[in-house]
């Protein structure tokens, strides 16, 4: 079993920068592609970032893409999120999750484990 912990949420201005962390206990998520999600109130869950299971691929979703970036640390176990530029669009509780496809995935139904979510609110 694997056990996802996010954290580093908050509240920032518009503009500013967060970065979220995700960190993997209990069976190693090494050779699982990672990715993130994010809910708003009222909103179905909708696709962020994912990272394949070395780091070396990425994908992002138009409304993020130069603005977040995902990466990850095997050794620590944990994945990253940087969030730059935000704006009260990116309100949201953010979730990372694993999949079992070591290449990512941006369908939330292909990923076997969550995290707890972090709550992200920006002020404008």
């Known amino acids: 079993q694997v056990q996802l912990v996010d954290s580093g949420g908050g509240l920032v201005q518009a503009g500013g920068s967060l970065r979220l962390s995700c960190t993997a206990s209990?069976?190693?998520?090494?050779?699982?592609?990672m990715g993130w999600f994010r809910q708003a109130p009222g909103k179905e869950r909708e696709f962020v970032a994912a990272i394949n299971w070395s780091g070396g691929s990425t994908s992002y979703s138009d409304s993020v893409k130069g603005r977040f970036t995902i990466s990850r640390d095997n050794a620590k176990h944990t994945v990253y999120l940087q969030m730059t530029r935000l704006t009260s669009e990116d309100t949201a509780v953010y979730y990372c999750?694993?999949?079992?496809?070591?290449?990512?995935?941006?369908?939330?139904?292909?990923?076997?484990?969550w995290g707890q979510g972090t709550q992200v609110t920006v002020s404008s």
């Open positions: 999750a694993a999949s079992g496809l070591g290449t990512g995935s941006s369908n939330p139904s292909e990923h076997d484990y």
């Open positions: 209990g069976r190693t998520v090494d050779s699982y592609g």
